[in-house]
Nanobody, 115 residues
Framework: QVQLAESGGGLVQAGGSLRLSCVRS????????MGWYRQPPGKQRELVAI???????NYPDSVKGRFTISSDNARNTVYLQMNSLKPEDTAVYYC?????????WGQGTQVTVSS
């Protein structure tokens, strides 16, 4: 099994920054695709950032230029740096790993942006 543990969420004012971390443990994944998703209150889960093992990153327009996904392979950790946060970024943020023919999810971390 693969376990994903997110941390770094919290309450921040609009315009502020947060950095989320996702530590992966358990069995190894070959060439994983790591992603961050979020689920705002009353809405569906949506993709926020994706990072391939080759270093390709992609973002939806809603966060492009504000969010950055990165990884520290030595620590099996993926980060999501979030700058210029807006109230509409309020959501539960989930880490996702795809590999070994499966998709794995963390428990999520709450991010609340006050206006």
């Amino acid at each position: 099994q693969v376990q994903l543990a997110e941390s770094g969420g919290g309450l921040v004012q609009a315009g502020g920054s947060l950095r989320l971390s996702c530590v992966r443990s358990g069995i190894a994944i070959n060439d994983p695709i790591m992603g961050w998703y979020r689920q705002p209150p009353g809405k569906q889960r949506e993709l926020v950032a994706i990072l391939t093992s080759s270093g390709y990153a992609n973002y939806p327009d809603s966060v492009k230029g504000r969010f950055t996904i990165s990884s520290d392979n030595a620590r099996n950790t993926v980060y999501l740096q979030m700058n210029s946060l807006k109230p509409e970024d309020t959501a539960v943020y989930y880490c996702n790993a795809v590999g070994n023919g499966r998709s794995y999810w963390g428990q999520g971390t709450q991010v609340t942006v006050s206006s």
